[in-house]
T-cell receptor
Framework: GAVVSQHPSWVICKSGTSVKIECRSL??????MFWYRQFPKQSLMLMAT?????????EQGVEKDKFLINHASLTLSTLTVTSAHPEDSSFYIC???????????FGDGTRLSIL | RKEVEQDPGPFNVPEGATVAFNCTYS??????FFWYRQDCRKEPKLLMS???SGNEDGRFTAQLNRASQYISLLIRDSKLSDSATYLC????????????FGAGTRLFVKA
């Protein structure tokens, strides 16, 4: 099956640090990648959708200057949480799909803890 | 009203039981349908696609009813390892493709 790799799996860092999370599709070209966050016992919340070579589309209420997304190639998207604070602590998950009507395949997720 | 609705559960069933989940969707432009499972503190994993003709994979059977706008997932002979949250996912095309996730149904299978 399709494989999406997300790195790192865990991040613990001090308040004010910027954290970069990578999402790679390993065996297919992902025209679209998605970034979600999930709080304990809650549903996935879509943060943004990124298409290769264009600017990401952010969901309402998500600060684009806070969560920088780059989708430079068909196999790599990055999410940078800038100047992270404790309230940014969450489980961040990326997903990728090959074409519009195909299911999304998820990365392993990144558990971010800001002290 | 949410576009994709699921009973949150939890469903508590004994090993060996048969359990069924339904999911309703409200947008008739919905085109593709999937079930995912998500284990606690893990990412969602694609379980199976859902078709009008039905789709069976071992103990799991998924069905789509377009007329009534719902999809179902049937799990036979439940195992302890089936304990997870099951997410109903719909892709619709209304001026652009969008993936809509249900909030999930929690299943606990007990010995």
């Amino acid at each position: 099956g399709a494989v999406v790799s997300q790195h790192p799996s865990w991040v613990i860092c001090k308040s004010g640090t910027s954290v970069k999370i990578e999402c790679r599709s390993l065996d297919f070209q992902a025209t679209t990648m998605f970034w979600y966050r999930q709080f304990p016992k809650q549903s996935l919340m879509l943060m943004a959708t990124s298409n290769e070579g264009s600017k990401a589309t952010y969901e309402q209420g998500v600060e684009k200057d806070k969560f920088l997304i780059n989708h430079a190639s068909l196999t790599l998207s990055t999410l940078t949480v800038t100047s992270a604070h404790p309230e940014d602590s969450s489980f961040y998950i990326c997903s990728a799909r090959e074409s519009r009507n195909q299911p999304q395949h998820f990365g392993d997720g990144t558990r971010l803890s800001i002290l | 009203r949410k576009e994709v609705e699921q009973d949150p559960g939890p469903f508590n069933v004994p090993e060996g039981a048969t359990v069924a989940f339904n999911c309703t969707y409200s947008n008739s432009a919905s085109q593709s349908f999937f079930w995912y499972r998500q284990d606690c503190r893990k990412e969602p994993k694609l379980l199976m696609s859902v078709y009008s003709s039905g789709n069976e994979d071992g103990r799991f059977t998924a069905q789509l009813n377009r007329a009534s706008q719902y999809i179902s997932l049937l799990i036979r002979d439940s195992k302890l390892s089936d304990s997870a949250t099951y997410l109903c996912v719909v892709i619709r095309n209304t001026g652009g493709f969008k993936t809509i996730f249900g909030a999930g149904t929690r299943l606990f299978v007990k010995a």
